[in-house]
């Protein structure tokens, strides 16, 4: 009986002269949640491209359920069994069609027939939602769907495949608390069939809670495997990282003066009104979940939106900026989430990437001084250890993490009033999360700080004080000194299960 | 990440311009007078109007838009010009002011309808283009305008189209050779210097280039986006109208059939100037590079008698190369590590 789903043996990948995967030997075992670790760059992604078909191997074997498995297109490897669903959520559906034809998309592409059959096509996508307990309503657009079960529409998908191999590439990012417990709970389901998970994640959270057995990548290679029960999680972050994970230690620094006070603000019609300050030496971090606000309060302080009500002062004066630009003169700046979204402009390099808000202060006459530009670039890429060539390479070239640091870069290189970051440590690795933290903490000093984070754990690294947001209000604030995380979680959780149970 | 350049870099980043030298070298051995400069001169008259327009497009597409009207700008202009001088018998300055600011105008409405009722840029400049096409016919009932015409109302136009107008279009400076260069290429060189310092060196113009490769990003660093959308379609009618201008004063009539080939001329042009120097974008350089290759090609195929119907089938192969430079052997967007 050969319960190896699939085996890898030598396999090797090298882009140009870059060798990113040197000789990877694993095996993933069916019905159990493999669980994936590494920083970005270690070549986690290369790996996965290799399994699903997007990229060929330079070098190495890999069998599946026993047979040579060399897909040469995604398509191919699907059909072989090999499903992968894909971090960025909306890879994996078409916003611009219903569920039924989501679900039987790659029977579409098949080409069986020419003319659609409705009923005859509902009634299957029907039959596909229910096996992975999918409750929705086949006829809906996808582009009307939550994120959540966006997901769940795409992995329904890969379902009907009846796969032999789901690999899950960080499925959680997006996902707030109780979506992702609605995902686990879909991913058991599969272990118990018999599928072979291969899951790739951060988050410990995640991995606490799924993983039957640990591999760690580095550097191309497999640097540990745990499957000893119970699982050596410190183990396997050593194996990753090259060191431990070490409780970020700083102690709550006194703060300074106030910055910013809001004061009875109402956030949408119907929520509860909420006053808070922060001060100058303070990184605030506001957690929740998905939903709860914090992008809205975001927003208000930025001058992407109005509150209902309320008033915001920052350093004495009314602040209500009507414009980006406005908040931005005011001396606030916030590094917005989706960073491929709302950040990275690709076409231009990491410097232009980094002085592009304040482009009118690299310009006289209007006329960009490209010394200026450089000197601050130089700076700031030192400054945050952004790994790269040189500061004229272009912004794609960068891993995940080293964006990130251009992003948060490019609001650190003037000095702000106010700075938010909206979920700063997305798609992000340990080490580049780390390394922006500290950064963050360390600049603080002449400004107040808002860290918005979904994460509990984000939270506790950062922030001095944590304010909890739920229904649009903030109904809980704990100094982060010997917290207590059951009680945050509570507070997190609590409405919105009240809310669900409520209705 | 970085390797040292090899053989498909050096391709993309010069591969255009070589291949342009060795149309000139080859045209030079095989058609006699080629190299002459009035050949040169010649090949700079022919490509102006396009050239000029072609710039216009650059500006809209660096925003991440289109102006598909522009050949339909460039006609109201030179309809309008005709108009303006031959019956109602203004002059010159009026004539060009008026077109100026027709062209502004029309790229303020374009902008407006992408900007302000969100059609998208494609529909938006091509209503466009079919209102202007109409609307240029219908003061003369779809006649061509020209001195002692007979109007709707039954009189005759008496007004002419005056020197200094025709100047523009027909003037020749001299360099070197008395009366060589004619001053619609000084046209084309300063607006095309112009414009180049204006995307490439100016933060408005890097701010449109961050506009046209990631809108929300441009906003959310307190980027204006909708005012330079509307700023590149302004841009796109001015010269657009200062295109049709000098046409008007070439041909020294309004002639409504002329003009056909603008649009498709000069959009060729900027996309072809992708590929100049590896950009993969638009840019000002290579669109006036991009004028200059058909301007070549042309010029150099009519010396070897090569009939006229081959000319847009020609032009066709050459655009489809430069995309294909630009796209597959450079494969836009790095590729990310694993």
Redesign the interface.
């Known amino acids: 009986m050969n319960d190896q789903a699939i085996r890898l043996s030598g396999v090797r990948?090298a882009?140009?002269?870059?060798q990113?995967?040197r000789g990877i030997d694993l095996e993933i075992p069916k019905g159990q949640v493999t669980v994936l670790m590494g920083a970005?760059?270690?070549?986690?992604?290369?790996?996965v491209?290799i399994l699903c078909g997007v990229h060929a191997a330079d070098d190495g074997e890999v069998t599946l359920a026993g047979a040579p498995f060399a897909p040469e297109t995604p398509s191919a490897a699907l059909g072989a069994g090999v499903v992968t669903v894909h971090q960025n959520i909306n890879d994996g559906v078409v916003p611009d069609l219903d569920v039924a034809s989501n679900l039987l998309l790659d029977t579409l592409a098949d080409g069986a027939g020419f003319f659609v059959n409705r009923r005859k096509m509902r009634q299957r996508a029907r039959e596909i939602a229910a096996a992975v307990g999918l409750d929705i309503d086949v006829g809906q657009q996808v582009a009307d769907l939550s994120l959540a079960d966006r997901q769940l529409v795409s992995i329904a998908r890969a379902m009907a495949h009846e796969p032999r191999l789901m690999i899950l590439d960080e499925p959680t990012s997006s996902l707030s608390a109780v979506e992702a417990e609605r995902l686990f709970d879909l991913i058991d389901t599969l272990r118990d069939r018999g599928v072979a998970i291969l899951y790739i994640s951060h988050r410990m959270s995640d991995i606490r809670r799924l993983a039957d057995r640990i591999v760690s990548m580095r550097d191309?290679m497999i640097s540990g495997v745990f499957e000893e029960q119970p699982l050596d999680y410190s183990g396997s972050v050593r194996a990753m990282l090259g060191h431990a994970i070490t409780e970020v230690d700083f102690t709550v620094p006194d703060t300074g003066r106030p910055v910013l006070e809001v004061r009875d603000l109402v956030l949408r019609d119907g929520a509860a009104p909420f006053s808070m300050t922060a001060h100058e030496n303070e990184v605030i971090a506001v957690t929740g979940l998905v939903g709860s606000g914090k992008s809205d309060f975001a927003s208000v302080l930025f001058g992407l939106d109005q509150p209902v009500s309320g008033e915001v002062v920052l350093d004495g004066k009314r602040h209500a900026p009507g414009?980006?630009?406005e908040?931005?003169a005011a001396g606030v700046f916030?590094c917005?989430k989706d960073r491929l979204?709302?950040?990275?402009?690709?076409?231009?390099d990491i410097t232009?990437n980094i002085t592009?808000?304040f482009?009118?202060r690299?310009?006289r006459m209007?006329?960009?001084s490209a010394g200026s530009e450089r000197a601050t670039a130089e700076r700031m890429v030192n400054e945050m250890g952004v790994v790269c060539?040189s500061p004229t390479?272009?912004i794609?070239?960068l891993?995940g993490g080293n964006q990130q640091k251009v992003m948060v870069a490019?609001w650190l290189a003037e000095a702000s009033r106010l700075l938010i970051l909206d979920e700063p440590f997305q798609g992000v690795d340990i080490r580049a999360r780390r390394d922006i933290g500290h950064k963050i903490r360390e600049t603080a000093g002449d400004r107040a700080t808002i860290v918005f984070v979904a994460e509990l754990d984000e939270a506790l690294e950062i922030a001095d004080r944590i304010l909890v947001m739920s229904e649009h209000s903030i109904v809980g604030e704990h100094r982060n000194e010997k917290v207590d995380v059951s009680a945050i979680m509570a507070q997190v959780v609590h409405a919105a299960t009240a809310r669900a149970a409520g209705k | 990440m970085k390797t040292s350049p090899n053989l498909t870099d050096i391709a993309i980043k010069y591969g255009f311009l070589v291949l342009m030298a060795g149309l000139i070298v080859f045209f030079g051995m095989m058609a006699d007078g080629f190299l002459s400069p009035f050949s040169a001169v010649f090949i700079l008259q022919s490509v102006a109007i396009t050239g000029i327009l072609a710039l216009g497009v650059t500006a809209t597409l660096v925003v991440g838009g289109f102006d598909l009207s522009i050949g339909a700008t460039a006609t109201s202009a030179l309809m309008l010009s005709s108009y303006v001088m031959v019956v109602w018998e203004m002059n010159a300055a009026s004539a060009v002011i008026l077109c100026l600011l027709m062209g502004m105008g029309v790229g303020l409405v374009n902008g407006l309808l992408v900007v302000k009722m969100k059609v998208p840029d494609l529909l938006a400049t091509l209503g466009m283009m079919f209102l202007l096409v109409g609307l240029q016919r219908i003061p003369t009932e779809g006649r061509s305008i020209s001195t002692g015409m007979a109007l709707p109302d039954g009189s005759t136009a008496m007004g002419t189209f005056s020197d200094a107008f025709l100047m523009l279009g027909r003037h020749r400076l001299d360099l070197f050779v008395p009366k060589l260069l004619p001053l619609s290429v000084v046209f084309l060189v300063v607006i095309a210097i112009a414009v180049w310092v204006f995307l490439e060196l100016t933060r408005h113009g890097r701010l449109m280039y961050a506009i046209g490769s990631n809108a929300q990003a441009a906003s959310l660093a307190g980027t204006n986006v909708n005012r330079y959308k509307i700023l590149a379609y302004m841009i796109s009618g001015t010269l657009a109208s200062v295109g049709g201008i000098l046409l008007a004063a070439r041909l020294g009539r309004g002639d409504v059939a002329s003009g056909n080939n603008l649009l498709l001329d000069s959009v060729a042009a900027a996309l072809i100037g992708f590929a100049v120097l590896g950009a993969s974008k638009p840019n000002a350089f290579g669109t006036a590079i991009g004028a200059l290759f058909v301007g070549i090609l042309l010029q150099g195929l009519t010396m070897l008698n090569a009939p006229y119907y081959t000319q847009d089938f020609i032009k066709g192969g050459v655009l489809v190369v430069a995309l294909v430079f630009t796209f597959a052997l450079s494969g836009r967007g790095g590729r990310g590590r694993g």
Not at chain 1, 341 to 346: A, E, I, L, Q, Y
């Open positions: 990948k882009f140009a002269r870059n990113v995967l970005n760059g270690a070549g986690k992604s290369t790996l491209k191309g414009t980006v630009k908040a931005i916030l917005a979204f709302n950040g990275v402009v690709t076409d231009l232009r592009l808000p482009l009118s690299h310009s209007s006329f960009v060539q390479d272009g794609l070239t891993s490019r």
